[in-house]
């Protein structure tokens, strides 16, 4: 008799575990993290090297970490702000995870870092079902995108603690219909809050630096009624009772009533492959984690990248 084995399933058990560990020890150390997730092109990492210049103008210890598939061009921007970044070079592969994360962070996060900034890879699906360890998830959509973004990818905006648009100065442009997307918003995840951005119009500068600011600090998260292990979306206008037995937990979903925090100090295997299966029928394997990874500190007029 054939067993059947759910592969997806004990992939993101594992993750899970990685990213309560990570999560505990973050907290531990007084660092915050936030995940930041979007399609590609919408605007995150502009909006991220505002948000970091103004970390710094502030004078609050805020590092950041972009992943990509192939290229240095966001940590390149990113350090212009003058903050600790690392780029991870995923070789193809489509999400971060929380092994993966620590082992990057491991004797890279400077010691007295409070906020570190999480640049997902370009993608709604894949990056959605893994825990980071994260203390708030952003996910992020510009006006171009359509109205109907959170409908089409549920499980990304139904995690969100958090939802920001950008590029709001061309929305006439493009006819976005804010009150739409707000209602789809709120069909997905009903309550999170909806945050306007637009890089170029200087609208809703240090929204997502204070709100990550208060995260860190202990202030109440929204707890989105989906959870990741069931991806159940509870509709508004669905009288069916929706299941809430996880929000106290720790996953992406969760609110987060620890203090902010994390640096791995026990050593990594990362050389070995994984395997997995996604909802879009993609499998992915895994380079070796140490690969493509530069660090960035931006130096007054110039960037100058180093291998880690």
């Known amino acids: 008799m054939c067993r059947v084995v759910d592969l997806q399933q004990a992939v993101l058990a594992k993750n899970d575990a990685c990213a309560h560990t990570l999560r505990e020890d973050l907290a531990a150390r007084g660092t915050a993290v936030v995940n930041l997730l979007s399609s590609p092109g919408s605007g995150k990492t502009a909006l991220l090297e505002g948000e970091l210049a103004l970390a710094r103008s502030r004078g609050v210890p805020v590092a950041a970490l972009t992943a990509d598939l192939a290229t240095e061009n966001d940590a390149v921007r990113l350090a212009r702000s003058g903050v600790p970044v690392k780029q991870i070079l995923t070789d193809g592969?489509?999400?971060?995870?929380?092994?993966?994360?620590?082992?990057?962070?491991?004797?890279?996060?400077?010691?007295?870092?409070?906020?570190?900034?999480?640049?997902?890879?370009?993608?709604?699906?894949?990056?959605?079902?893994y825990d980071l360890g994260e203390t708030l998830r952003v996910v992020l959509a510009s006006v171009t995108e359509g109205e109907d973004k959170p409908l089409k990818y549920p499980?990304?905006?139904?995690?969100?603690?958090?939802?920001?648009?950008?590029?709001?100065?061309?929305?006439?442009?493009?006819?976005?219909?804010?009150?739409?997307?707000?209602?789809?918003?709120?069909?997905?995840?009903?309550?999170?809050?909806?945050?306007?951005?637009?890089?170029?119009?200087?609208?809703?500068?240090?929204?997502?630096?204070?709100?990550?600011?208060?995260?860190?600090?202990?202030?109440?998260?929204?707890?989105?009624?989906?959870?990741?292990?069931?991806?159940?979306?509870h509709d508004a206008e669905d009288p069916r009772p929706h299941d809430?037995?996880?929000?106290?937990?720790?996953?992406?979903?969760h609110a987060h009533e620890h203090g902010p925090a994390h640096r791995h100090?026990?050593?990594?295997?990362?050389?070995?492959?994984?395997?997995?299966?996604?909802?879009?029928?993609?499998?992915?394997?895994?380079?070796?984690?140490?690969?493509?990874?530069?660090?960035?500190?931006?130096g007054p007029g110039s960037v100058a990248p180093s291998r880690s």
């Open 93 to 129: 592969l489509c999400h971060l995870e929380a092994e993966m994360l620590g082992g990057h962070l491991h004797g890279w996060l400077p010691a007295d870092t409070r906020l570190l900034f999480i640049e997902n890879v370009g993608n709604l699906v894949c990056p959605a079902s």
């Open 155 to 233: 499980t990304a905006f139904g995690l969100a603690h958090l939802v920001v648009v950008t590029k709001t100065d061309i929305a006439d442009a493009v006819s976005f219909d804010e009150a739409e997307f707000r209602a789809n918003v709120q069909r997905v995840n009903p309550g999170v809050e909806v945050v306007l951005t637009s890089v170029r119009a200087e609208e809703g500068t240090g929204v997502l630096l204070d709100r990550a600011l208060a995260a860190r600090d202990g202030a109440p998260v929204h707890i989105p009624v989906m959870t990741r292990k069931s991806h159940h979306v």
């Open 244 to 253: 809430e037995s996880h929000s106290h937990g720790h996953g992406p979903g």
């Open 265 to 298: 100090d026990h050593p990594h295997d990362h050389s070995h492959d994984h395997s997995h299966g996604h909802e879009h029928g993609h499998d992915h394997a895994h380079a070796p984690h140490g690969a493509g990874d530069h660090s960035h500190r931006a």
